[in-house]
């Protein structure tokens, strides 16, 4: 199973880039889903996530305020807004997919709750 990530690119400091994620629909709609981003010599690390429903969104503290996830049901597509990017921010960018219930609003940053993943998509900031 593959999730398919797209958006990534080059991007002046205080620009916005937006990020998008298409998951088979039989994964998608049970799943919570999450952005992930490893910087260049650094382990990667939870970003965002977004719960089953779309009621619950969870962010890192260095992205609080800038970044903002979504989904679209319909769609099978979770997306990453970045606002007020920071060359801090330079990283391959990952979506993946926790399995849940309806109601589960639990916080999720650990890669092993993940199962599925996206290929990754590079985002760069320059200064």
């Known amino acids: 199973v593959q999730l398919q990530a797209s958006g990534g690119g080059l991007v002046q400091a205080g620009g916005s880039l937006r990020l998008s994620c298409k998951a088979p629909?039989?994964?998608?709609?049970?799943?919570?889903m999450g952005w992930f981003r490893r910087a260049p010599g650094k382990e990667r690390e939870s970003v965002a996530q977004?719960?089953?429903?779309?009621?619950?969104?969870y962010y890192a503290d260095s992205v609080k305020g800038r970044f903002t996830i979504s989904r679209d049901n319909g769609q099978n597509t979770v997306y990453l807004q970045m606002d007020s990017l920071k060359p801090e921010d330079t990283a391959d960018y990952f979506c993946?997919?926790?399995?849940?219930?309806?109601?589960?609003?639990?916080?999720?940053?650990?890669?092993?709750?993940?199962?599925?993943w996206g290929q990754g998509t590079q985002v760069t900031v320059s200064s």
């Open positions: 993946a997919s926790a399995d849940s219930i309806l109601t589960d609003y639990r916080r999720r940053t650990v890669e092993d709750d993940y199962a599925y």
């Open positions: 629909g039989r994964i998608f709609s049970r799943a919570t």
């Open positions: 977004v719960s089953r429903n779309g009621k619950m969104t």
